[in-house]
C-alpha cells in the first residue's frame, strides 16, 4: 500500500495520471491524501473523485473526528509529490497541522516505513536561508529527497519552461527503491 500525499504546487492537477495510475499499474495499491489546498484545487476540477475512482479509496483532505474509523489502510512507503517549499518546511519541522502532514510526520519517525519527498521548488524558494537545513533534517531522518538537479532544475520564478511535467517516473523509481 502506497500512501501518495499531494500539495498545492504546480503538476498536482496530474497526479493521478503521473503517479497513482502508474503506481497501480506496477502492482500498487494507492491511499491519497491532499494538503487542504491541494484538496479544494482538486475537487474544483472533479480530479479528487477521478482519485477515488482510481484508488477505489476515500481522498484524505482533513483529519477524522475522534471515534471515526480510519479511512485507509495501513501504508507501505510515503512519497510526498508534488511537496510545495511550504510543505517541506512543515515536514522538516515536524509541524502536523493538517492530514496529510499528520501522516506523514509520523511516518517520518516511525522505524522502517520508507518516505520520499519530491520538492516542487524553483531556486528562489530553494535560496531561502532555512532551505538547505529543512532538505539536511528530512536526509538526516531517512526521507530520500528527489531533488537532483538533472531530474529538477531550478529556475527563477516565472522563468521555467512552460508545461514542463513533473518527474513522475524518477519519483516512482525513488519509491521502488526505497520500498525494497
Ligand atoms: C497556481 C499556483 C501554483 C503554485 N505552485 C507552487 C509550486 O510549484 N511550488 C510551491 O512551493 N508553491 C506553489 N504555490 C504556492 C503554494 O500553493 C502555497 O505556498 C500554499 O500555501 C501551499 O500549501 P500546502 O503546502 O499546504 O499545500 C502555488 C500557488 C498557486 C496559486
Given amino acids: ?9 504546480g503538476g ?9 495510475e502508474p503506481a497501480i499499474d506496477r502492482g500498487w495499491q494507492v491511499a491519497v491524501t491532499l494538503t487542504p489546498t491541494a484538496g479544494q484545487w482538486l475537487r474544483l476540477t472533479g480530479e479528487a ?6 484508488t477505489g479509496l476515500p481522498v484524505r483532505y482533513e483529519p477524522r ?3 471515526d474509523a480510519r479511512p485507509h489502510p495501513q501504508v507501505d512507503c510515503y512519497v510526498v509529490a508534488p511537496a510545495s517549499a511550504n510543505t517541506v518546511a512543515k515536514l522538516a ?30 531556486a528562489a524558494h530553494a535560496r531561502h536561508p532555512a532551505w538547505e537545513h529543512h ?17 529538477w532544475p531550478l529556475y527563477e520564478p516565472r522563468e521555467a519552461p512552460a508545461g514542463r511535467d513533473l518527474p513522475w517516473d524518477a519519483v516512482l523509481d ?6 525494497k
Fill in 93 to 122: 519541522m515536524g509541524l502536523m497541522d493538517n492530514q496529510a502532514l499528520t501522516q506523514v510526520g509520523e511516518a517520518i519517525g516511525t522505524l522502517s516505513l520508507p518516505v520520499v519527498v519530491f520538492p516542487r521548488v524553483n
Fill in 12 to 20: 498536482v492537477e496530474a497526479l493521478r495520471t503521473g503517479l497513482v
Fill in 49 to 54: 473523485e477521478r482519485l477515488e475512482e482510481a
Fill in 65 to 67: 473526528l475522534p471515534g
Fill in 135 to 151: 532538505i539536511e533534517a528530512l536526509r538526516s531522518g531517512g526521507v530520500r529527497v528527489v531533488d537532483e538537479p538533472d531530474v
Fill in 1 to 9: 500500500m502506497l500512501g501518495v500525499v499531494g500539495s498545492a504546487a
Fill in 174 to 179: 525513488a519509491v521502488e527503491a526505497s520500498a
